[in-house]
Nanobody, 121 residues
């Protein structure tokens, strides 16, 4: 009933930038927190950045000062601006939203399909 579509991944050189987008659609009544996670080969999925409904943000220490999470509530979209990318940022990035459907009564977590980010020269 809620679908998340990610875009913006790709191959960039170290020091480059990418902006990921994640648009939620469906019978959405409201969205609470939104976030970005990533998973590198052989590693556990980790939280990269999160943003609350009020705009409060949190970042993993490894990306502070380089990544910026933002949201456009009118578009039900969350963004991740990634600057000064490093090879260690290479991973599949997943967006996550806590959403309440139009006809439901509680929030549930929804996940995007994942988008590959590769940082290499």
């Amino acid at each position: 009933q809620v679908q998340l579509v990610e875009s913006g991944g790709g191959l960039v050189q170290p020091g480059g930038s990418l902006r990921l987008s994640c648009a939620a659609s469906g019978s959405i009544f409201s969205i609470n927190a939104m976030g970005w996670y990533r998973q590198a080969p052989g590693k556990q999925r980790e939280l990269v950045a999160a943003i609350s409904s009020g705009g409060t943000t949190n970042y993993a220490d490894s990306v502070k000062g380089r990544f910026t999470i933002s949201r456009d509530n009118a578009k039900n979209t969350v963004y991740l601006q990634m600057n000064s990318l490093k090879p260690e940022d290479t991973a599949v990035y997943y967006c996550n939203v806590a959403a309440k459907t139009r006809w439901g009564g509680r929030f549930s977590d929804y996940w995007g399909q994942g988008t590959q980010v590769t940082v290499s020269s």
